[in-house]
């Protein structure tokens, strides 16, 4: 029992390191893509490259003056940062980064927590995040903040909304909630993609929506809102905020990776006969390659389309996603049935 949590420690340790250290270097691996497209150079003073440039912002933050301003509510002001980052780091604790290690005859899960109702704890974590921006929007007593979070909140209750009913047909073609579960579910080809493509198209847009990233940037709009929901905010307030925006967007990739793109299943491996140690680590690396290839894929939108009009995204949201997904949940609901019956 001493061993097990010892072990379940190292791991929260680990995944909590990782997704800190892959939001700090997505910033910079932004910087240089969006540098990329637009034909310009990017970071590339400090150190090699500009590799350690997202240490030197980090520096920058935790120097910089915290200002809060004199008529905010000062202690909802700093709660405001601490939630949105805190539940974008919890959302980690269901997602299975690769199959079990042996470690003295034993067998140990990469995966803080097997949940029976993994999903449900995702989209539990997800929706408390929006406290944290409408929490730091209203304490700034700011009304340009203000404005920001409430179209923060607005527009994720919406998007949230056909984001659930998307995994419903998942849910229903897999039988479970688990996490776990749905991956193992997917070894081979069966990966949830090919069986439910439109309930991963709505889940992807749905995610652009939930991570506040363009064409769905309109809380920190900075034309209209000049910052939004962290325009009060400086230091590491400011900086949590924007670390939440990377590390989300982090866990966003991992859950649509889990979901629909087989997890850490490597197609037909098993037949290589290889140690189940080394089968484990390479599933791990495949795992965060697909990871890397969506969080790429976030950023080469944010550089390519430009944002939708408020009205636009809420009509995307209520109008066509929504319905969409219901539609997917009674075609996944009528061929199980047909399925079922000529079994």
Known sequence: ?????????????????VSLVIAMYSTILERKFAAWIQDRVGPNRTGPGGVLQPLADGVKMFMKEDI?????????????????????????????????????????????????????????????????????????????????????SSQ???????????????????????????????????????????????????????????????????????????????????????FAEYVNMFISSAVMVTLFFGGYNIPYIEKLGLAHNLETILGVLFFFVKTGFFILFFMWVRWTIPRFRFDQLMNLGWKYMIPLALINILVTGGLILIFDYFK
């Open 1 to 17: 029992m001493d061993s097990f949590l010892i072990y379940k420690a190292i791991l929260v340790l680990v995944i909590f390191v």
């Open 68 to 152: 809060i301003p004199a008529h905010a509510h000062k202690f909802l002001f700093k709660a405001g940062p601490m939630i949105a980052m805190t539940t974008a780091l919890m959302a980690s604790v269901v997602i299975p980064f690769g199959k079990t290690l042996l470690i003295g005859g034993k067998e140990y899960a990469l995966q803080v927590s097997d949940l029976n109702i993994g999903i449900l704890y995702v989209f539990a974590m997800v929706s408390i995040g929006v406290y944290g921006i409408m929490i730091g929007g209203w304490a700034s007593n700011n009304k340009f903040s203000l404005l920001g979070a409430l179209r923060a």
């Open 156 to 242: 994720m209750i919406s998007y949230e909304l056909a984001m659930s009913l998307s995994l419903i047909s998942v849910i229903m073609a897999s039988g479970t909630l688990s996490m776990s579960e749905i991956a193992q579910q997917q070894s081979g080809w069966h990966w949830n993609v090919i069986t439910q493509p439109l309930s991963f198209i709505i889940f992807l847009i749905c995610a652009f929506a939930e991570t506040n990233r363009t064409p769905f940037d309109l809380p920190e709009c900075e034309t209209e809102l000049i910052g939004g929901y962290h325009t009060e905010y400086s230091s590491m307030g400011l900086g949590l905020y924007l």
